[in-house]
C-alpha cells in the first residue's frame, strides 16, 4: 500500500511498510499525514488545511490529492463539515486555503450589511 511523506514541502509516495521502518529509525525523519498546516477561526466557523498522506484521487492516471482544505463548525459531539477542496500540491494548498479563507471573510462582510 502506497502512502505519501512530506518532505521539503514535497508529498512522496512511500511503501507503508518502508514508511513504517523509517519512523521506528528516525521519527524525525518523514512527516507522514495526517499532519495540520493551517488553522484559521472566523467567529464559529474554522478552517483547516491539512496534509492527509493518503491519495483520494480517483485513479491512477490523476495526480495525487493528499492535501485538503475544509471548513467546518464545531459542534456538542462532532464536527459538522460544510466545505472541501483537495489539493496535489504544497503550493495548492497554501494558496486554497488563502482563497477560502478570503471567501469566508467575504461572505461575514456581506452578512453584516
Known amino acids: 500500500m502506497l502512502v505519501y511523506y512530506l518532505e ?8 507503508l511498510t518502508k514508511a513504517m521502518e523509517k519512523l521506528l529509525e528516525d521519527k524525525d525523519s ?7 498546516l493551517w488553522n484559521e477561526t472566523l ?6 488545511t491539512t496534509f492527509t498522506g493518503n491519495d483520494i484521487s480517483l485513479g491512477a ?24 477542496e483537495n489539493y496535489s500540491t504544497y503550493q495548492q ?11 469566508v471573510k467575504a461572505a461575514e462582510k456581506r452578512s453584516k450589511f
Not at 518523514?30 to 495540520?36: A, C
Not at 467567529?43 to 483547516?48: E, H, L, Q, R, T
Not at 490523476?62 to 472541501?84: K, M, Q, W
Not at 494548498?93 to 471567501?103: F, L, S, W
Open 8 to 15: 521539503n514541502y514535497m508529498a512522496h509516495p512511500i511503501e
Open 43 to 48: 467567529g464559529d466557523i474554522n478552517i483547516s
Open 93 to 103: 494548498a497554501e494558496n486554497g486555503h488563502k482563497k477560502i479563507v478570503d471567501m
Open 61 to 84: 492516471s490523476s495526480p495525487p490529492l493528499v492535501f485538503e482544505t475544509y471548513i467546518y463548525t464545531p459542534g456538542e459531539d462532532h464536527e459538522f463539515y460544510e466545505y472541501r
Open 30 to 36: 518523514i512527516i507522514l499525514g495526517p499532519k495540520q
